[in-house]
């Protein structure tokens, strides 16, 4: 089944007169249960495509589809809902949110969504457990290490069961060990529950860990292949 | 909205120091204006407590044809056998005393030196005129029978240099119009601590008065108090009768009643500047706090929550900003009047023509002027909070993950 779907997608982006093309009429697919790296130079558009597939931007012109919905021309509020309930992300930095526990963090997209506090609870230790970080559950963000930081993230993005996970550059600020670690934790997620995972890189020890690889160079396709084995690690 | 609340107050808890201080400005605007309402319900409440017990009563009953302003003498104008009918209305339940008061103009003469008065004939008996009593300073409280005595203020008596047991002479209007002039000798001297009143007004026993003024068996009007001031108007109906005209402490006492509305009026605008000066330190700190959160606001929106929960958030912050200040404003509000009510405010010799305002102003903050300031202070806190609210519920979320706003 087709997860999301974009058609001749270009993105301009204008800093007064200036216009720059982040996109240049992209078009690809991608269907349920990839574990798909999108990589590419930096300014190549990897950042851009993932928010216009995020729902966090629209496109100058071509059509976005996610789940067969067209969300090119979806409201703020309406794109906010498709985020809530369809699309997790994990950003490059540790994006949790610092007043919270990271079982407040794991829960929060629970509590948009009108989930009881049974409900809640159960999820949040089962999503805990599975990052093997159960026993961190009080801790603030503070008292976390970057690569604790990006699990409890992978976690919360998970809550909602989405879709699909963006994940933009999740080892970039993470040291070998950490990064490996969060790799395999998405790769095993992945297998486990089948949800699909978009991840945009650069690192090489990263890409091979991609079943299938799409490649980003100055705002077009320029390689879109299926790697012909599971990533080896890092 | 349990979680926005819980990371409303960490969030505040980020930067406490600011938190606290944004809270304190919020508290001293409060405080000080529960002050300022508190210091002018004192005023206008001792203003319309001392016109009432020393000058206007709760009710008085006068001849119909009565003008006050010319202090007529005349036996048309005039309430007669007022003894008699004193007697009747004090022997009414909701009232707590009537006595007849004898109004003249007079002018006071002293070692070459004038100055005009009211002359005030009482009944010295009548427990009507306690305040007075209570008021001497020297001397002694004039005796019904007393034929050549008189009592003066002591703003009077310190301006012309007298002092008990002094001569002065004093000539009042007659009946017919004529002046009649006696030789006083000067019983005591009082003080009512109201300036305006105390520095005019000469009393006389009310018999001497009618003596020296021709005006025998009659009296300006019947001066009563009420056990309860709310019930004037019932019992102004219920005296109502066709030879006399029957006035209550509202109608007498107009000009306090409208100076409060304007006083009132004028503390509105002074409420609104005061709390839009704390109002524009609750907003710094919110858009500081936006700044500072920009990509926190970026994830919050990423993760679907919508534009007006992560303004309900801010408010949130706005509200708990605004409470706290509230409760310490409301803390250091009823110290401060605490202290005002006790020692007061002295205002020394401050009159305003019709009113009587004692020298010293005591704070009285009532209940409902704390609430309305409260909810005022909270309100204004909240309308402020909505421009840093809206600033952060519609940040474009891709620019907020970027950090840049």
Redesign the interface.
């Known amino acids: 089944m087709e997860v999301a779907r974009i058609e001749n997608v270009t993105r301009i982006f204008k800093t007064g007169k200036v216009e720059t093309q982040a996109l240049r009429g992209v078009s690809l697919s991608i269907e349920s249960g990839e574990f798909t790296a999108l990589v590419g130079p930096s300014g190549s558009g990897k950042t851009t495509l993932m928010q216009l597939i995020g729902c966090l931007d629209q496109p100058t012109s071509g059509q976005v589809y996610i789940n067969g919905k067209d969300v090119s021309k979806l409201n703020r509020n309406q794109r906010a809902d498709m985020r809530r309930g369809t699309i997790g992300f994990i950003f490059q930095f540790f994006a949790l949110i610092p007043t919270l526990t990271a079982y407040e963090n794991v829960e929060l997209p629970l509590l948009l969504n009108g989930h009881s506090a049974s409900e809640r609870r159960e999820r949040v230790s089962q999503l805990l457990r599975s990052v093997d970080l159960i026993d961190r559950a009080a801790h603030r963000p503070d008292q976390l290490s970057g690569g604790e930081q990006q699990r409890v993230a992978i976690a919360r993005a998970l809550a909602p069961k989405p879709t699909l996970i963006l994940a933009d550059e999740p080892t970039a600020n993470l040291d070998t060990l950490n990064g490996k670690q969060v790799m395999e934790t998405m790769m095993q997620l992945n297998q486990d529950t089948g949800v699909t995972f978009v991840f945009a890189t650069h690192d090489p020890r990263v890409i091979s860990y991609a079943r299938r690889v799409i490649t980003l160079q100055d705002g077009l396709v320029v390689e879109n292949s299926k790697a012909e084995k599971l990533g080896i690690g890092i | 909205m349990i979680?926005l609340l819980?990371?409303a107050f960490?969030?505040l808890?980020?930067n406490r120091r600011r938190s606290f201080f944004s809270s304190l400005a919020l508290a001293i605007g409060l405080a000080l204006l529960l002050l300022m309402a508190a210091i002018i319900q004192g005023e206008m409440g001792s203003a319309l407590d001392a016109t009432i017990r020393l000058q206007s009563g709760h009710l008085q009953i006068r001849a119909k044809s009565y003008d006050e302003s010319k202090t007529s003498l005349k036996w048309d104008d005039l309430v007669e056998n007022p003894d008699q009918v004193a007697e009747q209305i004090a022997s009414l339940p909701p009232v707590t005393v009537a006595t007849p008061r004898l109004f003249a103009s007079g002018i006071i003469s002293v070692r070459g030196e004038s100055v005009g008065v009211r002359v005030f004939g009482i009944d010295p008996l009548s427990e009507a005129n306690t305040p007075y009593r209570l008021g001497l300073i020297s001397g002694e409280f004039l005796t019904p029978d007393d034929r050549e005595g008189l009592l003066i203020g002591q703003p009077l008596a310190d301006k012309l240099g007298l002092k008990a047991g002094d001569k002065i002479s004093l000539s009042v209007n007659t009946s017919n119009g004529d002046v009649a002039e006696q030789l006083f000798a000067i019983r005591g001297i009082y003080s009512t601590q109201t300036n305006a009143f105390d520095s005019v007004t000469v009393f006389l026993p009310l018999a001497k008065l009618q003596t020296i003024t021709q005006t025998e068996n009659h009296a300006s009007t019947i001066f009563v108090l009420l056990k309860d001031s709310d019930q004037a108007d019932a019992v102004a109906a219920a005296l109502l009768t066709s030879d006399y005209k029957v006035l209550t402490w509202e109608k007498m006492n107009e000009l306090i009643v409208q100076y409060e509305d304007m006083a009132n009026a004028y503390m509105v605008i002074f409420y609104l500047i005061v709390l839009a000066i704390t109002a524009t330190v609750v907003v710094n700190t919110l858009v500081m706090a936006v700044f500072e959160r920009t990509?926190?606001i970026g994830?919050?929106?990423?993760?679907?929550?919508?534009?007006r929960?992560i303004m309900a958030m801010f408010l949130t912050e706005s509200s708990l900003l605004a409470m706290g200040g509230i409760i310490m404003g409301l803390i250091l509000g009823s110290l401060v009047v605490a202290y005002f009510a006790k020692y007061g405010f002295y205002i020394g010799n401050f009159g305003i023509t019709g009113m009587l305002i004692g020298n010293t102003i005591y704070a009285e903050l009532t209940l409902k002027d704390t609430i309305n300031l409260t909810v005022l202070a909270f309100v204004v806190t909240l309308l402020a909070g909505l421009y840093p609210a809206l600033l952060a519920a519609y940040m474009d979320?891709?620019e907020a993950?970027r950090g840049v706003k």
């Open positions: 979680p819980k990371m960490r969030d808890g980020r990509r926190e994830i919050l929106s990423a993760i679907g929550m919508k534009s929960r979320p891709v993950l």
